[in-house]
Structures are given as C-alpha cells and as structure tokens.
C-alpha cells in the first residue's frame, strides 16, 4: 500500500519528547489543529488538488464552504446518532480518554491524585480527556507550563495513505505513565484497532478486559492484549548504546525489580556538555550567593582535572587507595559492553565495602567526531558507570566523580577514552 | 439574467439554505462566557442571564478572595487540591474560575467531600452604612470574608478582609488596586486583614483613596489571571525572605543542576522533572531542599525568581513538605556574566540532611 506519509504533527524541542522515542509530543491545541486539518482535508484536497476548472470548482467551494458553515453553528442534522460529530476524530477522542482514564484509575487513586492539564490547550480532546478524569474522581489542575507529577502530554500522528482513510498514532503521557495505540480510520469514519495498546511506567499488572470498548473496532483479537513495553527504540539488539529513556520508572511486569530512576539521561548528559561547551558560569551560579550553602558547593558541577587537581581531595584524605580499575569505552562512545559492565559487577559485589569512597574520573581527550565533544562523552562516560555502580545498589554519595576533557592527549596520566576507578578505604 | 447575478443569487441561496440548517436564525445567540466561565462544569446559562456589569463586580470580588487565598501557606495552590460542586450561581462560577486561573487543582464532588472543600456566599445586608454585601470563600476550615458596598456600576471593599482557620498572617497583599480601576475618583475604602475572632493581624491597616491617576478603560484593567500570578508572586517572594536555616546543621546530600531552555520558560522538560522525581525520592521529612536560580543581571532577578518558583513546586508536587523546601535569595554579582533570554539557564537545587 502506497502511502503519502503526510504528517501533520508539529515538533515540540528536544526538552519534551516522548519517551517512547519516535518523533516528539505536540501541544494539544495544535492536535486538534491536526485533526481538523487531517481530516476534512482527505476530500478536500483531494477535489482542490485536480486540474482547475474555475466555474465548476467556485460553487462548490461555496457549497462546501455553507456545509462547514453548518457543522460549526452547531447543525444536529449532520450528526450521527451517538451524538459524535461527524468528525471520526471525536470518536478517537473518546476511545482514547476512555481508555486513559480506565487505566489511571487502576493505577492511581483518583480522590488523591490530581492530573495537571495546560491551561492553553482548548481542543476537543483535552476537553474530553479532564471530563472524563473529572468524571472518575481526578482532580484537574490548568497549568501555565509543564507542572506537577501528573503532567499530560499528548501528540496525534496521522498518515493519510493514497488509498484512503488514515493511520492515526496516539501517544498520551500522564508523569511516568505512558501508552501508546496505533488505529486506523476506515473511509466512512470507523475507528478500528491497528495493534495493541502499548504502555510504559507502570509496575502491576493491568486488566485489559476493561479496554478498547465500543466504538473501537478491534481488528485483531491480539490487539486486546496490554503490551507493556520498553523503548525499542532506543533500545536495539545487542549492546544498548544509551540506556532506555524511561527505563527508570519501567519495568515489564514479571521481571524483578531494579532501581526505579537512574539520574542522568543521555539527553541531560548532552545538556550538560552542551552547558559547558557554551559557557554558562555554573560557577558563577554556585559562589554568587548571598548565604554561602557550604564549603562543598564551591566545586564546579563536574570538575576538569586535565586542568587542575581534584575537587575531592579533602573527603579522599586519610584513606588509601585499595584497588584501581580503568574501564575504556570504544571510541566516541558512551557504550559499557559486557565486559565492562563484568567488571562493574565484580568490583560492586566483591571488591567494594560499605564505607568505602569511589573515585571515579571520566576522561575524554583528543579529537572526537560527536558533537557534545569531549565534555560530553567525558560526562557521559562517568555517569553510565555510576549508573551501573547503582544498579549494584551502590549508594551513590559513595561515589565522587570527576572528569577530565581535551582536546589533546593527557599523556600517561588519565586514559583518552575511559574511566578511572579508583576504591578508597580507611587504613585498617 | 446574466452570468454574474445568477452566482451572486445562488451564493445568497446557499448561505440562506446554510444558516437555517444550522438553526443560526432560530435560536436566541448566546452570549460568550469562555472568557471568565470555569474551565469545567460552567453553568454557562447561569452567566449568560447575568449583565456584564454584574458580571465585572462579582469577577473583581471572586479575585480579590481567592488572590488572598493562594497566600495563605496550607492554602496555595502547590500544596492543596480543593473539591468544588458545579457552580449554581454567577459568583459560583466566577469564584471556580478564578481558583482555576490561580492554578488549584479541582476535584469535582457532589456533596461536601473532601479536606479542602470549597464554600462560597454572597449575602445582601442593609445596615447603618448603607446596603453591603458579604463575600465569603471558605476552603476547609479556611474562611475569607469581606463586605463590599456598590457605588453607581462600581464595588468597592467595606470592611478589612477577615481571616478564620489560620494563623496570623500579616503581609498578605490583597491587591485591592484592582479596585482603584473602576473610577470614582474621591472614595476612599479600607485595606488589610484581621481574624474572625478581632484579633489584629499585626498587618497594616491603610485607607485606600481612588486617585486622578487609578481609573482605566476596562480594556485595559488588570486581568484576573494577571492579579492571581501577582499574589502568586508575592507569596513566593515572602516564602524567600523566610531564609535559609543554618545549613552548619545540614550535610549536603546532592545537588541538581537543572538546565531550562531559556531564562524566560517556565516549561521544566522531561529530563528536568525526572531529575526532580529521583531527588525528592531520596527527601527524607527532616531534610531541606534548596533552590536557587540566579542567572540575571540586572539585579532584579525577576526571571530567575520564577523559574526558581517553578522548581519548588515542582519539588513540592512530588510530596516534599513545602517547608522543607527554599528559595535561596540571589545576591547580586557584577561579575556575574549576563546571560541572553535564549540561552539555556540552570536552576540549581541542593538536597541537605539534618545532623
């Protein structure tokens, strides 16, 4: 099947994109902008887009200009006997808040949760979505920005295939849950099941028999299933080559579980190279203030020893160094590799003791190709192995970690691409 | 007939056949309430039967109660989710409005459920000074009331606002200016709080004069949305004059450096909220949480101040008592090099435990 792939979505920046990894959430205002669009352009564009023929094409645009006229003064004769507009993106609207909504309330307590809306998004959708929650009991909050751990987010995708009807993805966040359902839009408005709903951030088991109720159309019986997920794509086969982005609140139900959130994603590690490369004074930031927080906080965020001597040498004194061990990554990557990720669980598992003290440099020197430079992938490096250290339920203000970046080599005193660990314990 | 009057008679054909399938013609055109209805479950008839001049008094009313509201520390919007019942009344549906505009989280009940339920009553009287009205918004065991009089189209506050189920408190701003607007140079009202019970607030009591300068076209008096951020403001900035215990008691646990797309957003991001997610995961009840954002160099700070707001009730969302939660003051640095509006601002927050 011949496909136009025209998406009507808009992008939101790098700071809100889905978890989910493909393609990035969309101010809901601007969905509905996108439903309209997409969907009483399927016949439009296609009668506007043949050759002109000005006499004929002119009295029916005024025709089709008094049917709009009529949809939007608030004509009953043009709806069907649900009540629905004729618009299938009403139906969808309903599906999905329907279905949001059954499963929130099977994972929150709806009297002592409150989900935060945007106060700017006005569309049918968000309108059904807090009708329906404020209908289970949620409270609703309008917000200005992205407030509170309830905070929703939704993006509809629509593919208008050459043959007709259209593909629609519907991705809907709500703080750490997320779901995510393919449908597809039959010519005369039926709403059937494209796959089954996928979600993320939940760990208890969901009963799928309360979803994908009428009006939704179930293509498939595999499509009632609930498939819990965890990023595959950003996840691909063999080594991950950063870690899932909403692996921290996610586990798929059955499986053991790990710590619930890492603390640095891949994107707040770009961030931070980014921050460094663009030269906002963190220093600055930290010795401006007014009431000195204390001694520590008069460290830089992440400390170059290419250039100066370690942050951390006063909480380091008195002990003695008792094992060192230089994991190296492969060339511009942040990528640990089983053996590494071995050596990781040797030294949490046997070598480390509870009072111990790491010391962990990420170093990055010479040229790089990426462009989070050598910062980046310095930072990036540190922080997947103190990911990994906590997955070994190493605490982590056991930890100090540096880092050391350059452009050129620093010699034989820190490694070019790799992290240096170092385990400090008090003399027996 | 030619060519060009044949269309313009089918055009007006087709917009006749048009407006009466859509029953434009048949039915009385309502007024447009969106503007100041709730959000959710108006009773827009309620408000459509209501003049916009009513309307106005009752809007101005609703905002100055629920401004003072968001000020009153177990009552702001970050740490409480109020219950309210469809509005039945004009003043009803302006006081939802404006809890909604102050950015409270409603849950919608049928009866009087809930911790934070919400009362409201307007209550005609006719004493020695005249007729007056009685305004009172009650949230829990929280209650505000007021009297206000009516002077030609205008409303004016009567008395000192009252404060039950509270502890003093003396500096809240009931931006009564809001008054000021409507006009009627020469009256004079009174400004500032007391409790139920008579006793003082240790707030100042002023008498408010409407001044030559105060009236403004109604198009351009201050909106709602605009007054209830302003006390918004107002509460936070107090919050960060509270200052910062003796942080010699305290050992610093971690610290964030939240990054934000420019100085102006208060949009946090994905990876910001999951930052703040796994810190307050590690809060415990004794512990101080600080935040401070200090990016401006015009010394006002203003930008840097929201932001900083924004991140603690971010922090205060996810469960974090709000008193263990600071604003750390950003002094002023010359040497601090100034930043554009579209470059990424950091946040900074400290997590400390006692001992």
Redesign the interface.
């Known amino acids: 099947m011949q496909s136009s792939h025209r998406s009507y979505s808009r992008r939101f920046?790098d700071?809100?994109?889905p978890?989910f990894g493909y393609g990035r959430p969309v101010f809901m205002q601007e969905v509905r902008l996108t439903m309209s669009s997409g969907f009483t352009r399927t016949g439009g564009v296609n009668a506007s887009s043949r050759p002109a023929r000005k006499n004929r094409i002119?009295?029916c645009a005024?025709?089709l200009g008094?049917?709009l006229?009529?949809?939007?003064?608030?004509?009953?004769?043009?709806k069907d006997t649900s009540g629905d507009a004729l618009a299938p993106g009403a139906t969808l609207d309903r599906i999905v808040s329907d279905d949001i909504a059954v499963i929130l309330e099977q994972i929150l307590e709806p009297?002592s949760t409150?989900?935060?809306i945007n106060?700017d998004r006005?569309d049918s959708f968000t309108?059904k979505l807090?009708?329906r929650l404020?209908?289970q009991?949620?409270?609703?909050?309008?917000?200005?920005?992205?407030?509170?751990?309830h905070?929703v987010e939704h993006q509809r995708d629509i593919v208008l295939p050459t043959s007709g009807g259209a593909r629609v993805t519907e991705r809907l966040t709500i703080g750490?849950i997320e779901t995510q359902r393919e449908f597809t839009i039959t010519r005369n408005g039926t709403v059937r099941s494209a796959g089954p709903l996928r979600i993320a951030g939940v760990r208890i088991s969901l009963d799928a028999d309360m979803l994908s109720k009428p009006p939704l159309q179930i293509a498939d019986p595999t499509h009632r299933v609930i498939e819990y997920v965890n990023d595959p794509a950003v996840e691909p086969a063999g080594e991950p080559v950063r870690e899932p982005s909403f692996a921290?609140s996610f586990k798929p139900v059955g499986e053991p579980a790990g710590p619930?959130?890492?603390?640095?994603?891949p994107?707040?590690v770009e961030?931070?190279a980014?921050?460094n490369r663009?030269?906002?004074?963190?220093q600055?930031?930290?010795g401006?203030?007014?009431?000195?927080?204390?001694e520590?906080?008069a460290t830089t965020?992440v400390n170059n020893l290419f250039y100066g001597t370690s942050a951390f040498e006063s909480e380091l004194d008195g002990l003695e160094r008792v094992e060192r061990q230089i994991i190296v990554f492969p060339n511009d990557s942040m990528q640990l590799g089983k053996a590494n990720k071995r050596l990781v669980a040797r030294l949490a598992r046997g070598s480390i003791q509870q009072d111990d003290r790491i010391s962990l440099v990420g170093c990055s020197t010479g040229y790089t190709s990426l462009s989070i430079g050598n910062e980046g992938l310095a930072i990036g490096r540190a922080q997947r192995v103190i990911e990994e250290l906590t997955d070994h339920d190493i605490p982590?203000?056991q930890i100090f970690d540096e880092g050391c970046w350059a452009p050129v080599s620093a010699g034989e005193d820190f490694p070019g691409r790799g992290v240096v660990i170092d385990i400090w314990r008090h003399p027996a | 007939m030619s060519g060009p009057h044949r269309?313009r008679r089918?055009?007006s054909l087709?917009?006749l056949?048009?407006?009466v399938?859509?029953?434009?013609a048949l039915e009385p055109v309502e007024r447009d309430v969106s503007s100041f209805a709730p959000?959710?479950?108006a009773d827009t008839r309620e408000l459509s039967n209501t003049s916009p001049e009513e309307i106005r008094r009752l809007r101005l009313v609703a905002t100055n109660l629920v401004a003072a509201l968001v000020q009153i520390p177990e009552a702001r919007?970050a740490v409480a989710?109020?219950q309210v019942r469809r509005p039945a009344s004009a003043f009803g549906n302006l006081v939802v409005r404006a809890l909604?505009d102050a950015?409270?989280?409603?849950?919608?009940v049928d009866a009087d459920q809930?911790r934070n339920n919400v009362t409201y009553s307007q209550r005609f009287a006719r004493t020695e000074s005249g007729p007056v009205e009685d305004f009172t918004l009650s949230v829990g065991r929280i209650a505000l009331s007021r009297e206000y009089t009516r002077q030609g189209d205008n409303i004016y506050p009567a008395s000192l606002m009252t404060l039950a189920g509270i502890d003093p408190i003396d500096n809240i701003d009931l931006h009564d200016a809001i008054f000021n607007e409507q006009g009627d140079i020469g009256t004079a009202y009174i400004s500032g709080t007391r409790m139920r019970d008579g006793a003082a607030t240790g707030a100042d009591v002023q008498t408010i004069d409407v001044r030559p300068d105060d009236p403004r076209p109604i198009e351009k008096r201050s909106a709602s949305e605009h007054v209830l951020a302003s006390a918004r403001r107002h509460y936070s900035e107090r919050a960060s004059m509270r200052?910062?215990p003796d942080?010699h008691r305290?050992t610093?646990?971690?610290?964030l450096?939240l990054?934000l797309?420019n100085a102006s957003?208060?949009?946090?991001?994905?990876?910001?909220?999951?930052?703040v997610?796994?810190l307050v995961?590690r809060v415990g009840k004794a512990d101080l949480v600080?935040v401070?954002a200090?990016?401006d160099a015009n010394g006002r700070n203003e930008g840097a101040n929201a932001q900083a707001v924004?991140v603690e009730?971010?922090v205060v969302?996810?469960?974090v008592a709000a008193d263990s939660v600071r604003i750390?003051?950003?002094?002023g640095?010359s040497?601090?090099?100034v930043?554009s509006d579209d470059?990424?601002?950091?946040v900074?927050v400290?997590h400390?435990r006692r001992g």
């Not at chain 1, 006229?69 to 043009?78: E, P, Q, W």
């Not at chain 1, 009991?137 to 751990?149: K, L, M």
């Not at chain 2, 957003?265 to 930052?275: D, P, V």
Request: glycine share 10%; with cysteine.
């Open positions: 920046p700071r809100r994109r978890l002119q009295p005024l025709t008094a049917a006229l009529s949809l939007s003064s608030g004509c009953t004769m043009l009297r409150t989900v935060q106060r006005a309108e807090a009708a404020t209908d009991g949620f409270g609703i909050q309008r917000v200005a920005a992205d407030q509170g751990a905070y750490t921290p619930l959130e890492r603390i640095v994603t994107a707040v961030r931070v980014f921050d663009e030269g906002i004074d963190l600055s930031l930290i401006s203030q007014g009431i000195p927080l204390s520590a906080d965020e982590r203000q | 269309r089918h055009l087709i917009l056949l048009s407006c399938a859509g029953g434009c959000l959710l479950g919007p989710t109020l909604e950015g409270y989280g409603l849950q919608r809930g200052g910062i942080l305290y610093r646990q971690g610290r450096v990054l797309d957003t208060l949009y946090l991001g994905r990876e910001n909220k999951q930052l997610r796994e995961n600080v401070k200090c990016h924004r009730e971010e969302a996810y469960g750390a003051p950003c002094a640095a040497y601090r090099h930043m470059r990424v601002t950091p900074e400290v400390f």
